[in-house]
Nanobody, 121 residues
């Protein structure tokens, strides 16, 4: 009984900013990794940013310096602050949370349903 829900997508002009949020809820022991992927029309789903429970980050090269991933452990929420947005950032953004339902057990990746980000020229 785990739910992952994104919010914060929308329409913004090039150079603008958006802040995406993703909250995990339900019965789980711990979150190992939370992150964001995106998929543009006709393109493969690609990693945007990930943040481990230990605080390590991983970013797609094209968003480095513009996007920042952060996490609120108390709220089981991950954020993606997106600045200096470009039209090529237009995509559906999907949140994932890698969750363990018990200590020592396996970690499974749970996905949100996605939120649309559209950046106009």
């Amino acid at each position: 009984q785990v739910q992952v829900v994104e919010s914060g997508g929308g329409l913004v002009q090039a150079g603008g900013s958006l802040r995406l949020s993703c909250a995990a809820s339900g019965n789980f022991f711990t979150i190992n990794v939370m992150g964001w992927y995106r998929q543009a029309p006709g393109m493969q789903r690609e990693l945007v940013a990930q943040l481990t429970n230990g605080g390590t980050t991983n970013y797609k090269d094209s968003v480095k310096g513009r996007f920042t991933i952060s996490r609120d452990n108390a709220e089981n929420t991950v954020y993606l602050q997106m600045n200096s947005l470009k039209p090529e950032d237009t995509a559906v953004y999907y949140c994932h949370a890698d969750l363990q339902t018990r200590g020592g057990g396996p970690s499974y990746r749970h996905w949100g349903r996605g939120t649309q980000v559209t950046v106009s020229s």
